[in-house]
């Protein structure tokens, strides 16, 4: 049987109320943009499918039309279970207004389920989530009012807690790969990742669904070598080629986003990298450079020679330029969820891409090793964070956002690390020459009594013996078993009008209070 078709014949084998499965990590990552574009359009010409259940585990879309984007329409979905939702308005405000079912899961736990219903397991048993909004007892995943059924449940083993995340099987998964052989063998070699695309097409074949597969070019039968078959063909039911898939939305094709180049030109690739980076260095300071200068202080204090480190967006991603710049990636073991290990991370709508990765494993092996501790240091962005230490960054301002990977990683690393700024809206700040001054306080408070909404639990923290850190510009703090202690000020900041008349709780403040070094405020170091 040919399984080769069009995109508009595959999009014909979703029926109304299947779930799928759907696999893309933002800007372009692995999304099968090419079939998501068929679904859309079949569903705007014929209203069918309709009230489908949606599953992803990271960010899909461009904040725009695409990704999630071909999706968000009245009747098309029912439900959606996602690890993240910016990249996509549309859908964010149709959780919004209730008119879908809006959930979410922690990424990893999204992959590893799919490989646990692949398996035919009861579900993934697991501590992550624990205290989380994830926890049934702090929300069960559900994200509005429209949600009324927690996806999984607190179980009892060995005189421990644990969560079960409940199974459920999937009709369909689409998925992304590179090329297919005329057996329908698929292959992921000029992918920039592998994400869950294994785990998603194991579980709608065991499930006795269909298995789409989108990829670039075919190729005869025989062209691969056995190991280079991540997909076999016994698990695939269609295969769409799009001559026009290109690496991200943006970027045709790089070898060195896929792994691809080794010896002198990958050397010279990365040579290229250091370069861009100290450029990057090299712009305007403010108080993202100076917070990632504070917090390069801890990957060197981890206990560890050589620590393994996750980087996470937004100012997180500045320590990560700031470590490259200084050309001092080789004291670190350097990891992304999405499987990477090594290269220079990108970062924006390329965030998850490295240019020149040293290895890529598929997601839900990377979160394997993260949930069983191999993770030493992780820095981490924060939406908001209370009294108990607990972190919100999954709903904010009563937009689902969702935890992408921020669950696994900041719930098992041994140290977390998370960057931010104090206050938000309207905050003027004034920096580089050594001090940090507020110019205008900010309209919104980020410390506050109780986060909204439990990414991070603080608590969980305390039990599981972590060592965590809050770092702003203006203010260092740290969780200890009696709240959040307050212990290091930057210079130039006033204790109470800059910092706790910004809170809405009220720290401990340290015994021995410290000022934080000039260097970190100094733009001309």
């Known amino acids: ?15 109304d109320g299947d779930t799928v499965g759907l696999m893309g990590g933002g800007g372009g990552l692995m999304e099968a943009t090419h079939m998501f574009e068929a679904v859309q359009a079949r569903f705007l010409a014929t209203q069918s499918p309709r009230q489908l259940t949606m599953l992803h585990a990271l960010g899909i879309g461009d904040k725009k039309t695409k990704g999630m984007n071909c999706f968000a329409h ?36 999204s992959s590893q389920l799919m490989r646990e219903i692949g398996a035919g397991r009861p579900g993934l048993i697991t501590h992550v989530g624990l205290g989380t909004v994830c926890d049934p007892r702090h929300g069960g995943g559900k994200m509005n009012d429209a ?32 090329a297919a052989d005329a057996e329908g063998n698929i292959s992921f070699e000029h992918e920039a990742a592998n994400l869950d695309a294994q785990s998603l097409a194991l579980a709608a074949r065991n499930s006795g669904g269909k298995v789409i597969v989108q990829v670039k070019e075919r190729v005869a039968t025989g062209s ?13 039911d269609a295969i769409v080629v799009d001559p026009d898939q290109q690496t991200s939305y943006a970027i045709p094709f790089d070898p060195a986003f896929s792994g691809e180049l080794t010896g002198e030109p990958r050397r010279q690739s990365e040579a290229a990298d250091h370069a861009a980076e100290v450029a990057a260095a090299a712009e305007a300071f403010g108080e993202r450079q100076a917070v990632a200068r504070r917090a390069a202080v801890e990957l060197f204090n981890s206990g560890k020679a050589r620590p393994v480190i996750n980087y996470g967006v937004g100012v997180p991603d500045a320590v990560a330029k700031l470590i490259a710049a200084r050309n001092e990636q080789h004291r670190i073991y350097q990891t992304i969820e999405h499987g990477t290990y090594g290269g220079t991370l990108m970062d924006g709508p390329l965030f998850g891409y490295a240019r ?10 990377q979160f394997d090793f993260y949930g069983g501790g191999g993770l030493d240091i992780a820095f ?56 940090m001054r507020v110019l205008q306080q900010g309209g919104v408070k980020k410390l506050v009594k109780q986060v909204d909404q439990i990414t991070f639990s603080g608590p969980q923290g305390l039990v599981r013996k972590q060592e965590v850190l ?43 209070l410290k000022v934080m070094a000039a260097e970190f405020f100094n733009a001309a170091l």
Not at 224 to 236: D, G
Not at 357 to 365: E, G, N, P, W
Not at 490 to 508: H, K
């Open 1 to 15: 049987m040919d399984k080769f078709m069009t995109a508009a014949q595959a999009a014909e084998l979703i029926c």
């Open 74 to 109: 009245e009747g098309l979905v029912k439900r959606v279970i996602g690890g993240h939702w910016v990249w996509s308005p549309a859908m964010q405000q149709l959780a919004l207004d209730n008119k879908i079912e809006a959930y979410i899961l922690p990424g990893g736990v």
């Open 147 to 178: 949600a009324q059924e927690d996806l999984a449940e607190v179980i009892q083993m060995d005189g421990r807690e644990w969560l079960r995340y409940k199974p459920f099987p999937i009709h369909v998964a689409i998925v992304r790969a590179s």
């Open 224 to 236: 691969f070598k056995a190991r280079e078959v991540r997909i076999p063909a016994a698990w695939v």
């Open 356 to 365: 020149n990765a040293h290895a890529m494993l598929d997601a839900a092996t």
């Open 380 to 435: 981490l962005g924060f939406g908001e964070f209370d009294e108990e230490g607990s972190v919100n960054v999954s709903r904010l301002g009563g937009i689902t956002v969702g935890p992408g990977g921020f669950i696994d990683i900041a719930q098992n690393a041994r140290k977390v690390v998370f960057c931010g700024t104090l206050a938000a809206k309207g905050v003027k700040l004034a920096t580089g020459d050594g001090q």
């Open 470 to 512: 809050y770092l702003t510009e203006r203010a260092s703090f740290r969780l200890t078993p009696e709240g959040v202690e307050l212990f290091e000020l930057a210079p130039g900041i006033d204790l109470q009008r800059d910092v706790l008349d910004q809170m809405e709780f009220q720290p401990r403040i340290a015994a021995d």
